[in-house]
């Protein structure tokens, strides 16, 4: 049988409408929709809101003019202001100034459209059946190959052929499409290229490779720092044989947007892109010692459970983020990571950097 590509399906009909929460994802029955606060917003807000606004704009210049400037003579500045929350009419243009993904699209012009007009890609099929599985209950991605599945196809294809040793694989979809929420299709791409391929930071490819290897070191360094900040707790984990593949994973591989309430994803990936994969463990820690004493309780069916349902009070980032920003994990992360390339026989982590960057170049 022929495969079909996306552009040749007919889009189905819209989503009847519905409420919605500020986020654009359908409010639920009742008033806790896990994808924004719900509540409405005093004028005292709006007003403190705005001035964050006038602040970040003088801060980053007109179209991210001034950015560069302001983040040499400013850093702790930027820093506690990223980690405070970049405001939501903003946040796709500083993303991609602090992701280091603004320069590489114009390293690269006319190359998004290439991939996705000309080439072809072995995963489309897959892609294709995997869109309706992300965000499904935002409006954007409701319409069945409507304009979002489709700008959703096309980012997940463009990558597929950009980077054929990688290609697609399913969490990927959770990145991109939580990029496509806040710029377009082309911004999202060479988003998740200076992700994946370390622009900035420390490369994310290996999440989606075969085996998984990034996945398997980021659990093996999570398990020993939660034994360590957390030695009770660790000790019952072992004791009811809970280890971080059963809970963490889905952590790492889309940087908590697949499962946990969408205000609080956002506040992640401000400082994710930020300051790189350390944040995810700060908040796993966190999380895990939010809810400690009730965790070193539970027996192994209850645990399952209670580490994919946190408490409503752990999803709140004003509380959640300063827990995690008060835990220090950098040194710890490269000195376990050594460790786990000594058992493992890996190259370096700056060999690993070096490589990646001589790529994007």
């Not at 319409?143 to 697609?168: C, F, I, M, T």
């Not at 835990?327 to 490589?355: F, P």
Request: net charge positive.
């Amino acid at each position: 049988m022929e495969k079909k590509k996306i552009d040749e399906y007919e889009p189905g009909p819209p989503p009847s409408p519905r409420p919605l929460d500020r986020f654009g994802f359908v409010k639920q029955e009742v008033n806790n929709s896990p994808h924004g606060l719900t509540k409405g917003r005093s004028a005292y807000e709006f007003e403190r809101e705005e001035r964050r606004v006038r602040k970040w704009r003088k801060m980053i210049g007109v179209g991210g003019s001034d950015w560069k400037h302001y983040v040499r003579r400013k850093p702790n500045v930027v820093k506690r202001r990223i980690r405070k929350g970049i405001p939501d009419c903003l946040r796709g243009l500083v993303w991609q100034l602090i992701s280091g993904s603004r320069d590489l699209l114009l390293m690269n012009p006319g190359v998004y459209e290439q991939l996705v007009i000309y080439e072809t890609s072995a995963s489309e099929l897959d892609i294709i059946r995997d869109i309706s599985r992300t965000f499904p209950s935002h409006v954007f991605f409701q319409q069945r190959h409507g304009p979002g599945q489709r700008s959703l196809y096309n980012v997940l294809k463009a990558y597929s052929v950009y980077d054929r040793d990688v290609g697609y694989v399913q969490g990927m979809g959770f990145l991109a499409g939580l990029l496509l929420l806040y710029m377009s299709e082309e911004d999202a791409f060479w988003l998740l290229v200076a992700l994946l391929k370390g622009a900035v930071h420390a490369p994310m490819e290996g999440l989606y490779q075969v085996g998984l290897p990034l996945v398997q070191q980021y659990l093996f360094q999570f398990d020993c720092l939660m034994k360590e900040h957390m030695p009770k707790l660790g000790e019952h984990f072992t004791q009811e044989i809970i280890n971080p593949s059963m809970y963490a994973s889905q952590w790492f591989i889309t940087v908590f947007s697949y499962s946990f309430p969408f205000h609080l994803a956002l506040r992640i990936w401000d400082v994710f892109l930020y300051e790189g994969v350390k944040i995810v463990f700060k908040v796993g820690l966190a999380l895990l010692k939010y809810c400690h004493d009730d965790l070193v309780k539970l027996p192994f069916e209850k645990l399952v459970h209670a580490l994919r349902n946190f408490p409503e009070g752990a999803m709140d980032p004003d509380t959640v983020l300063p827990m995690a920003n008060s835990i220090k994990v950098s040194r710890r992360l490269e000195e376990l990571k050594q460790e786990y390339d000594k058992k493992n026989g890996k190259l370096s982590h700056s060999t690993e950097i070096n490589r990646n960057q001589e790529q994007l170049q």
